[in-house]
Nanobody, 121 residues
Framework: QVQVVESGGGLVQPGGSLRLSCAAS????????MGWYRQAPGKQRELVAS???????NYADSVKGRFTISRHNTKNTVYLQMNSLKPEDTAVYYC???????????????WGQGTQVTVSS
């Protein structure tokens, strides 16, 4: 079983910064990639940024140049540094872990419970 837990959300003024953290824990798995998604009220969940175990990154156009995803492989942890935040960044941010289950070789995706980010003056 793999658990994914996010932290670091909150209320911030436009132009401010926040750092989100996400840790995947458990046993018997190896990580292919981890990513951050967000879902605003009335909208579909969308990819914000992802990073593979090899360090390749991918960003949504809307956050390029403002957000940075990074990882700590030995701790199965990823971070999302969010700068120059805008009101339209307001959403619940979810982390996921795309893993291989060692005993079966199967790929599975696990999600965290989400953390609220609100950008407002």
């Amino acid at each position: 079983q793999v658990q994914v837990v996010e932290s670091g959300g909150g209320l911030v003024q436009p132009g401010g910064s926040l750092r989100l953290s996400c840790a995947a824990s458990g046993s018997g798995f190896s990580i292919y990639a981890m990513g951050w998604y967000r879902q605003a009220p009335g909208k579909q969940r969308e990819l914000v940024a992802s990073i593979t175990s090899g360090g390749s990154t991918n960003y949504a156009d809307s956050v390029k140049g403002r957000f940075t995803i990074s990882r700590h492989n030995t701790k199965n942890t990823v971070y999302l540094q969010m700068n120059s935040l805008k009101p339209e960044d307001t959403a619940v941010y979810y982390c996921n872990a795309d893993v291989e289950i060692v005993t079966t070789g199967y790929e599975s995706v696990y999600w965290g419970q989400g953390t609220q980010v609100t950008v407002s003056s």
